[in-house]
């Protein structure tokens, strides 16, 4: 008997402002891919200064009640090209670099709050308000506008 998973998908979330980035060039995917221990992370923002390809993006702490956890950063996971910048410039150690398929799962581990990656139903909720249907056009009405002509 298999067991059931009942983690929640996340996808990227194509109305970020880091989607009009361009995408990461190369073939295959770096062997290491920087993510953020949120829990530990300030929101100094060192890290950002130093990403050659601009995948370090602020997010607002998990808790906006809490004046000492105002933003902290996230690491664009499919953007990131492994360079290791952010994990030495960090001064409070909270980058790790992770091999390619571990990434995934630290990121999941370790983030406390994502605007770059969000659940399925929060991506149609974002379509629905923003009038975008994924549905197949009906193609009865299509068809039947296309022999009016």
């Not at 923002?45 to 998990?62: N, T």
Request: hydrophobic share 30%; aromatic share 6%; net charge negative.
């Amino acid at each position: 008997m298999s067991e059931i998973d009942d983690r929640e998908v996340l996808v990227e979330n194509p109305y970020h402002t880091a989607r009009f980035k361009p995408v990461r060039k190369g073939k295959k995917p770096p062997k290491l891919i920087a993510v953020v221990h949120q829990s530990g992370c300030t929101g100094c923002e060192v890290c950002i200064a130093g990403c050659p390809v601009d995948s370090i993006e602020l997010v607002p702490g998990p808790d906006a009640n809490n004046p000492q956890f105002r933003q902290t950063v996230e690491i664009d996971i499919a953007r990131c090209i492994g360079c290791q910048n952010c994990s030495q410039d960090c001064p409070w150690e909270t980058i790790t670099m992770y091999e390619h398929n571990d990434a995934f799962i630290a990121w999941g581990n370790e983030t406390l709050k994502s605007d770059l990656y969000i659940t399925q139903d929060a991506l149609t909720k974002m379509n629905e308000e923003n009038g975008i249907s994924l549905e197949p056009a009906n193609t009865e009405d299509s068809e039947a506008t296309e022999s009016a002509e």
